[in-house]
């Protein structure tokens, strides 16, 4: 199971006809309780589609009762109408569930709305609707697995989690294949515990997650208008763990399906950490570690299995990070093909036959470190990423 591994849950995944194929496209996650809190982390772009404003109003009030989802269109950049029909859904999802269970007797600020699909087209409202009415049909203790595959764009895989607490259980899915920069990496994530937890507690445990995860994954420098990670929380279990045992299955919860987002990148053929150690600060360390990330040219170098050492320094060169450009040591797979500045160890040592590739750059100014996860651009990338542009 996965969103459902916790107590307190049911979800489903049905077609509704979005999607050309056939495939599953809407995806409903119902808390049923008894609690009904909820934290939300949002994409930062200032162009945000009308889900994301939608769910950002609807988190302030710290109860969230469902999350309906759709992929097959992101209802982005479709103006006032976009954001009815983001409110028409709501509405509709609350009604149709407290048909169907009276005691949950939702409103529409209850019902949290996330899409994802192509840019700049309304959603087919007259086959979204009944989708949703199917996927409350569907909704069972077993339906995670449905609801993931259900919120799949050019993902070629669903990716899943759960992470178990004493007696209390984190569970999440998300989708993306593409768009993954900060921040937050583009994807919609729901993430559901059956912790006890009030909204303060949930928003300092995601946030806390999201930096060191969502917020570290970098595939291609391109920045979504739909991105949304919400977690919710039953308190069926009855346990209230302390802030930080809240907060670190939270973030190994979030950091299991940044890495899934990542292996299943549009296109690529290698997962690439870049370690960056000896910073002055973390905000330095990150910088670093982004600035190598989105360089193509280094991107384009591993693809080729070329361990190409200088457009990484060139790439740690055009941030604002304190360092002695003579300073700097890099190592690619182990081998320290560059020391101060220079080159050092044969680069033929390197090995990037395989699909994992971790970087390590030591700016020898401090103490602090972080790690930012990209991949490689391959040929393949073009072909994929016209897919979905969001």
């Known amino acids: 199971m996965t969103v459902t591994a916790p107590?307190?849950?049911?979800?489903?995944?049905?077609?509704?006809?979005?999607?050309?194929?056939?495939?599953?496209?809407?995806?409903?996650?119902v808390n049923d309780g008894p609690d009904a809190t909820v934290a939300g982390v949002f994409t930062a772009n200032r162009v945000k589609a009308a889900p994301v404003?939608?769910?950002?109003?609807?988190?302030?009030?710290?109860?969230?009762?469902?999350v309906v989802?759709?992929?097959?269109?992101?209802?982005?950049?479709?103006?006032?109408?976009?954001?009815?029909?983001?409110?028409?859904?709501?509405?509709?999802?609350?009604?149709?569930?407290?048909?169907?269970?009276?005691?949950?007797?939702?409103?529409a600020g209850d019902v949290a709305v996330c899409s994802t699909g192509l840019i700049g087209e309304r959603l087919p409202m007259p086959k979204l609707l009944p989708g949703v009415r199917a996927a409350i049909r569907g909704l069972s203790r077993e339906g995670?697995?449905?609801?993931?595959?259900?919120?799949?764009?050019?993902?070629?895989?669903?990716?899943?989690?759960?992470?178990?607490?004493t007696g209390w259980t984190v569970g999440g899915m998300a989708k993306g294949a593409g768009m993954l920069a900060p921040a937050m990496a583009t994807m919609l994530c729901v993430l559901t515990t059956d912790a006890v937890a009030g909204p303060a507690?949930?928003?300092?445990?995601?946030?806390?997650?999201?930096?060191?995860?969502?917020?570290?994954?970098?595939?291609?420098?391109?920045?979504?208008?739909?991105?949304?990670?919400?977690?919710?929380?039953?308190?069926?279990?009855?346990?209230?763990?302390?802030?930080?045992?809240?907060?670190?299955?939270?973030?190994?919860?979030?950091?299991?399906?940044?890495?899934?987002?990542?292996?299943?990148?549009?296109?690529?053929?290698?997962?690439?950490?870049?370690?960056?150690?000896?910073?002055?600060?973390?905000?330095?360390?990150?910088?670093?570690?982004?600035?190598?990330?989105?360089?193509?040219l280094v991107k384009t170098a591993l693809f080729g299995n070329d361990p190409n050492w200088g457009r990484i320094l060139a790439a740690v060169g055009t941030t604002t990070a304190a360092f002695d450009p003579d300073g700097i040591d890099v190592a690619v797979n182990g081998v320290w093909v560059c020391r101060g500045g220079a080159a050092a160890e044969d680069r033929a040592k390197v090995d990037l036959t395989g699909r994992d590739v971790t970087i390590r750059i030591d700016l020898h100014t401090g103490s602090d470190r972080a790690t930012v996860w990209t991949n490689d651009l391959s040929h393949a990338y073009v072909h994929e990423n016209s897919a979905y542009s969001s």
């Open 7 to 29: 107590r307190g849950f049911r979800a489903s995944g049905v077609a509704a006809g979005l999607k050309s194929g056939g495939a599953s496209d809407v995806a409903l996650v």
């Open 53 to 66: 404003l939608w769910t950002q109003q609807v988190v302030r009030g710290g109860v969230v009762r469902a």
């Open 69 to 107: 989802l759709n992929s097959g269109g992101a209802n982005a950049c479709t103006g006032p109408a976009g954001f009815q029909d983001t409110h028409a859904t709501a509405e509709h999802t609350a009604a149709a569930l407290t048909s169907a269970s009276p005691r949950l007797r939702l409103g």
């Open 144 to 165: 995670g697995a449905d609801a993931a595959e259900a919120i799949m764009t050019t993902d070629t895989r669903p990716k899943t989690t759960v992470t178990r607490g």
């Open 201 to 296: 507690a949930l928003d300092a445990a995601l946030r806390a997650a999201c930096r060191v995860t969502f917020d570290r994954i970098d595939s291609d420098g391109c920045m979504s208008t739909n991105d949304t990670v919400l977690l919710l929380a039953s308190g069926a279990s009855g346990i209230e763990p302390t802030g930080a045992e809240l907060t670190d299955a939270v973030t190994a919860a979030c950091h299991d399906l940044a890495q899934q987002l990542l292996a299943d990148a549009e296109g690529a053929t290698k997962q690439i950490a870049i370690e960056v150690v000896g910073a002055a600060d973390e905000d330095d360390a990150v910088e670093v570690g982004r600035a190598v990330a989105r360089n193509n």
